[in-house]
């Protein structure tokens, strides 16, 4: 099981590389909040730790890592369409 | 079932990011990850018991409600910090986690003290660049910094050792030591190499992502970060290139600007010029070529800009275009956000490659706050830390025109051999009002 | 472990998608025929079950299928090379 | 230790492939996937034991000599037919493998049943390919082998069923079955849809390797199976996309060629042309367009094409561009490989986006042994098989050259308007000795 862990962080490495030359100069700053955004993904191993959480300690970390990942989900999520609104916008009166 | 939705949400999050390819198809793009996260969330909230399911909720609603009013008040030019402190909230949850798993078990495993050390080193840098970045701090004892970081780093190493062994104080002594390390770390990193500092933190943060899915054994988290982080690994390599900087020699060899330098030329050298100087070579010209830097952005002149290539193409037939170094602003790509906030069409902006050969034709460039991105010295000053990053070879053109407040060095702290040049037209003042001016001017005459 | 042989699919898929569209059209004849000559990697499977082959009917069939995968791995490789080779020659008398 | 070997492996074969990006990086990134491929074939047999791993040994060399004196003698208009025959022999590896896999257990399972099935569908259908594209079979009672194939299908299934209840005579026969199946399957379709095919039996020959790595538990050949499993069908989509055609259109709609249909123009209604005239008109034009086609390919005179543009650059300083349509030639891509192979410079190849921009403003084109590429009737001819298909617009140019043996029409069976048409001059016979006597006529006159 082990293995097949090491061969999805490989090939998630190469889909990484691929997807990023692939990203437009142009964009580099959405680039950059969009994924900003999408690693807060975190708060699902806070989500599933919570569950298994007993004592009050490890309650208030694991809800403190939720409220942290949340700004960084909506924060990021949220200026990165403010960004791509603009850019569609200047798209759209050119072409 | 949750096997499936996993593989919906990362493809969702691959198709995002490859949306990122175009201007067209980003907007989209983003709404798919929003699409993704919004499962992936549901179904964890939808995992969980009772009481803590409303716990989740609320804390997630307030979260995300900071989260939205932050970025609301956030102009474009603020964006470079903005996005160093979600980054490093991002760390911190991550850090959060791994140190909540340590109560639970006597011993922690390795990866849990991998992921306290890489979340709060996250966490603790990032707000460093934030500080940085929104220039809130000003370093000047670099040295001493250096120092205060080789002996946290030492102290780490040991409080990870102590850590590694299970008591919980160790843990809780060994994250505030991490952060410490970060934070000192960071902090006498040279401004001109923050846009190198926050990709790499970007991407630590997801190998954050990967290490918590590497311990609660999620491949979902893995895959995510992963990607992420090869992103941001990949994309710090695109901006070392773009600044010819070696990621050791940035970390290493931080700089300490020489504010003093350009006492040595006194104003008398340089040509001072006014808006109606610069407005009357504009409209006379063939071909102008507009250079914004962060001064630019800094002042806010975009939509002034927007309106002063409106009108010298609509009036004047002006062939207009606008050069963009790689590392203009204060983020990659940042000066690309701030022309498109002013709907400049992207047919006119050009990359350094594509624009370097179009210089010598040009009648006059129009340098509006940027600096260290056309200073001649990158080429020939050895001990500069700007050393060999290509530059916009503004020095080609005709007549360059400057717009900035007053002879200071740019980021990077290192004079600029251009304002002394024959062709230049100094116009000290702010990049808004300048550009205002020249309008104005513009505008007036009837040609 | 089934799960994680479904992401390393998913994954693969989406390395294909990626590498296939960076690949310049100039290049789809030997796209083919190198991917044709990867997909000789098959031989491994006959070699590892060739291990455990008591009966003469499997060892004649694994080995008729080493021979046929070796002819596709030789003869697509070297195929390839070929046609490669004439487009690094034209690329150097340009450059 | 093998693990890190598979993930070497594999991630060789990735970069190979994204090596093809540019033909400066291609040759290397072949000798890439073949390090792997060595890596992992010295794997495997190293695996093995003593009496077996010289039988394998053996058998590994015969077949790699095989192979090399095939590709040798393979020339490069042959291409086609040599990769359609070296995909089915992969196929064929597979499928005997999971065929050898059934004996050893009571019950095949279904992964086992599958790879049978894809193998000998891959196998017969290539081979069915190899021998369309080589011209060895003609086909024109498509309707009865259509039947042939739906009564063949239904007995696979049936096949099927026995096979997976276990008697090792059901698995053989239903083997059997499958490969009838796929020959009679491919050979109806239309020679000018073989690109399609071709590319989908490349993707399907991955998915066997796929079958395998599942059934096996082996995740390289998991990884490299889909991988090109992947790569196949998309190219096989970028081919539909190019000639608009759908998979399903292809495969139940075969064509059957009229090759009747140009007798209906008596020979009069064509404005025949000398090699004078051809070497006239292009040696007094500004811009010549060449547009080579698979008659080109045929008659080997991509030598003699490169021969042309160079003295009509050099002697004549003519604008010489070639125009390559996505389906030129037999597979995709391989009018690129001929160009290549007589040492044209890519510079002077476009693609059909940009040469359909440049027909306009050429005084001549030169269409050698291309037809159903150039074909106008794929715009208009509701019921042809090239209707829709993106066509180079020569119709545009000013005057038009045609090279081909007779008025026969193409590969997809369609009489071509462009005959006809005032501004054409056909040059009937072989392209290359025509080419050859246009380039003495260049060479004598003195400009
Ligand atoms: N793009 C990135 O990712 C990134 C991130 C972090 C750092 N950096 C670094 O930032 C630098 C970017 O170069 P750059 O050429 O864009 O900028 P720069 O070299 O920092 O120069 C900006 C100039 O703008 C002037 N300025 C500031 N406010 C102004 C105002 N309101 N009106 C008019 N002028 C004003 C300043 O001069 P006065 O004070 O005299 O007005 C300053 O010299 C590089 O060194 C780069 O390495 C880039
Ligand atoms: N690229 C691919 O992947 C691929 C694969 C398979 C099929 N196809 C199909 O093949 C066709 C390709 O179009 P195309 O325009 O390249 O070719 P085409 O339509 O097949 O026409 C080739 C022409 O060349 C002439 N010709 C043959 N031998 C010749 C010789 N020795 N000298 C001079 N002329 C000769 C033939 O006419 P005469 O007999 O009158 O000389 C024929 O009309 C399309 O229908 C395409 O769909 C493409």
Not at chain 1, 70 to 84: D, E, Q
Not at chain 2, 34 to 47: E, P, Q, R, S, Y
Not at chain 2, 366 to 382: R, W
Request: glycine share 8%; proline share 4%.
């Amino acid at each position: 099981m082990d293995f097949y862990i090491i061969d999805i962080l490989i090939l998630s490495c190469f889909i990484g590389y691929f997807a990023i030359w692939n990203v437009t100069p142009l964009l580099h700053s959405p680039l950059m909040s969009v994924t900003n955004a999408i690693s807060g993904i975190v708060i699902l191993g806070a989500l599933q730790n919570l569950n298994q959480s007993e004592s009050l300690i490890t309650t208030t970390l694991l809800l403190l890592a939720i409220f942290f990942a949340a700004i960084n989900i909506f924060g990021g999520f949220h200026i990165s369409a403010r960004m791509l609104h603009m850019f569609k916008r200047k798209d759209k009166t050119n072409d | 079932m949750i096997s499936t939705l996993n593989i919906i949400v990362y493809s969702l999050f691959i198709i995002s990011i490859s949306r990122l390819s175009s201007a067209r198809t980003a907007y989209k793009g983003n709404l798919l990850a929003i699409t993704g996260m919004g499962i992936a969330v549901i179904m964890g909230l939808l995992c969980l018991n009772s009481p803590k399911q409303l716990y989740a909720i609320i804390t997630l609603c307030i979260g995300g409600l900071i989260g939205i009013i932050g970025s609301k008040k956030t102009s474009m030019p603020q964006l470079p910090q903005m996005v160093a402190l979600l980054n490093g909230f991002g760390g911190l949850s991550s850090g959060l986690i791994g140190l909540s798993e340590t109560f639970n078990i006597p011993h922690p495993t390795l990866w849990q003290i991998f992921i306290i050390f890489a979340g709060c080193i996250t966490f603790s840098g990032s707000v460093a660049g934030f500080l940085k970045l929104a220039g809130l701090v000003k370093i000047r004892e670099t040295e001493t910094l250096h120092s205060v970081s080789l002996i946290l780093f030492i102290l780490t190493l040991i409080g990870g050792i102590y850590a590694y062994n299970g008591e919980t104080e160790y843990i809780i002594g060994f994250a505030i030591l991490t952060s410490l390390l970060g934070f000192c770390f960071i902090l006498p990193i040279g401004g001109a190499d923050m846009p190198i500092i926050i990709s790499s933190l970007n991407g630590l943060s997801g190998w954050c992502t990967t290490l918590v899915g590497l311990s609660i054994q999620n491949s979902l988290l893995i895959i995510v970060g992963t990607l992420i982080g090869a992103s941001g690994s990949i994309l710090t390599y695109i901006m070392t290139k773009a600044m010819n900087r070696h990621l050791l020699k940035v970390i290493f060899t931080p700089i300490t600007p020489n504010k003093e330098i350009p006492s040595a030329h006194p104003e008398q050298d340089i040509h001072k010029g006014t808006p109606q100087d610069a407005a009357f070579l504009m409209e006379n010209a063939h071909k102008v070529i507009i250079v914004p830097g962060f001064g630019m952005a800094a002042a806010g002149a975009q939509y002034e800009l927007g309106n002063l290539a409106k009108i010298l193409i609509q009036k004047y037939h002006v062939d207009v275009k606008f050069g963009i170094h790689p590392v203009a602003g204060r983020m990659p790509g940042h000066m690309n956000v701030l022309l498109a906030e002013a709907d400049i069409s992207p047919n006119l902006i050009f990359g350094i490659d594509e624009i370097n050969q179009e210089f010598k034709t040009a009648d006059v460039v129009y340098v509006i706050g940027a600096n260290d991105t056309t200073n001649p010295l990158a080429k020939t000053k050895k001990d500069s830390t700007i050393y060999q990053m290509p530059i916009l070879e503004v020095e080609e053109a005709k007549r360059i025109l400057f717009v900035k407040r007053s002879l200071a060095p740019g980021y990077a702290g290192e004079d600029n051999p251009l304002f002394y040049n024959e062709k230049t037209l100094m116009l000290l003042g702010d990049a808004k009002e300048i550009t205002k001016e020249i309008i104005t001017n513009l505008e007036s005459n009837n040609s």
